[in-house]
Nanobody, 116 residues
């Protein structure tokens, strides 16, 4: 069973930075793409950033473009989300996602709270 384990969440002031990590229990090359999603209270889960594992093509939600950067380390089977210039509206549970064929795999989530 594939496991995705997120870490790096926490409480930060507006304007601050955090780096989230997602460690996979197997090679991330076995996924077509990996991504970060977030879900705020009362809202639907939304895509934040996504990266293809082989070539490294990225895409971002408009709300985080220029502030967040997704990257991967295939040797460490880890995907990162560097978050800068954080805003209170970035507060949410952040989930790591792996796409493989018709299946999606999810981590347990990590809380990010940005205070104003």
């Amino acid at each position: 069973q594939v496991q995705l384990v997120e870490s790096g969440g926490g409480l930060v002031q507006a304007g601050g930075s955090l780096r989230l990590s997602c460690a996979a229990s197997e090679s991330i090359n076995s996924f077509y793409a990996m991504g970060w999603y977030r879900q705020a209270p009362g809202k639907q889960r939304e895509l934040v950033a996504r990266i293809t594992t082989r070539i490294g093509i990225t895409n971002y939600a408009d709300s985080v473009k220029g502030r967040f950067t997704i990257s991967r380390d295939n040797a460490k089977n880890t995907v990162y989300l560097e978050m800068n210039s954080l805003k209170p509206e970035d507060t949410a549970v952040y989930y790591c996602n792996g796409e493989r064929g018709f299946n999606d795999y999810w981590g347990q989530g990590t809380q990010v709270t940005v205070s104003s």
